[in-house]
T-cell receptor
Framework: EAQVTQNPRYLITVTGKKLTVTCSQN?????MSWYRQDPGLGLRQIYY???????DKGDVPEGYKVSRKEKRNFPLILESPSPNQTSLYFCASSLRTGGHYGYTFGSGTRLTVV | DAKTTQPNSMESNEEEPVHLPCNHS???????IHWYRQLPSQGPEYVIH???SNVNNRMASLAIAEDRKSSTLILHRATLRDAAVYYCILRDRDDKIIFGKGTRLHILP
């Protein structure tokens, strides 16, 4: 089944403890992206990647890092998480960049930083 | 700021058509109009997209105004399972996608 898989689904951590949320897709998609969703603010883009080794900032990149060493994986790294990074995170992918291609989203990772 | 504007919420009766509007007055010539929906406790799900012409698929229809400054997502026969938040977004070569707050669709049995 074609899908975007995020892990973990739920995570509670403490301030300052580095963590990684993984994202993997099995559709050979070139484009991948991370979003966070907060009540009243909708979905906001954190980082995106147009292909292997090509990444760029979205609207809210502060406090996050990403890497794209291979096509299928696009991990989101929080080097020193803070409580304001408590949120619902979604990874998405599409075959290529550009308006003609639709996104496939993962099921989400609910992160709580205490 | 979001480049699209949608009503915060709408209601419809089950088994009736639903028309969800979206305004995108600053759309550029190469922006595609995409619609996604998010069911409770799930990730957003692709619904439909188009550039200039109206589009149909098994889930919905997309009607695009002639000047492309607005569009309407049409669910032909709403069911309770269509209750969700519907997002209208613009996507171009520049992939800094902006999702607005969407329209929360309530379906009345």
């Amino acid at each position: 089944e074609a899908q975007v898989t995020q892990n973990p689904r739920y995570l509670i951590t403490v301030t300052g403890k580095k963590l990684t949320v993984t994202c993997s897709q099995n559709m050979n998609h070139e484009y991948m992206s991370w979003y966070r969703q907060d009540p009243g603010l909708g979905l906001r883009q954190i980082y995106y990647s147009m292909n292997v080794e090509v990444t760029d900032k979205g609207d809210v990149p502060e406090g996050y890092k990403v890497s794209r060493k291979e096509k299928r994986n696009f991990p989101l790294i929080l080097e020193s998480p803070s409580p304001n990074q408590t949120s619902l995170y979604f990874c998405a992918s599409s075959l290529r960049t550009g308006g003609h291609y639709g996104y496939t989203f993962g099921s989400g990772t609910r992160l709580t930083v205490v | 700021d979001a480049k699209t504007t949608q009503p915060n919420s709408m209601e419809s009766n089950e088994e009736e058509p639903v028309h969800l509007p979206c305004n995108h007055s600053t759309i550029s010539g190469t922006d595609y109009i995409h619609w996604y929906r998010q069911l409770p406790s799930q990730g957003p799900e692709y619904v439909i997209h188009g550039l200039t012409s109206n589009v149909n698929n098994r889930m919905a229809s997309l009607a695009i105004a002639e000047d492309r400054k607005s569009s309407t997502l049409i669910l032909h026969r709403a069911t309770l399972r269509d209750a969700a938040v519907y997002y209208c977004i613009l996507r171009d070569r520049d992939d800094k996608i902006i999702f607005g707050k969407g329209t929360r669709l309530h379906i009345l049995p």
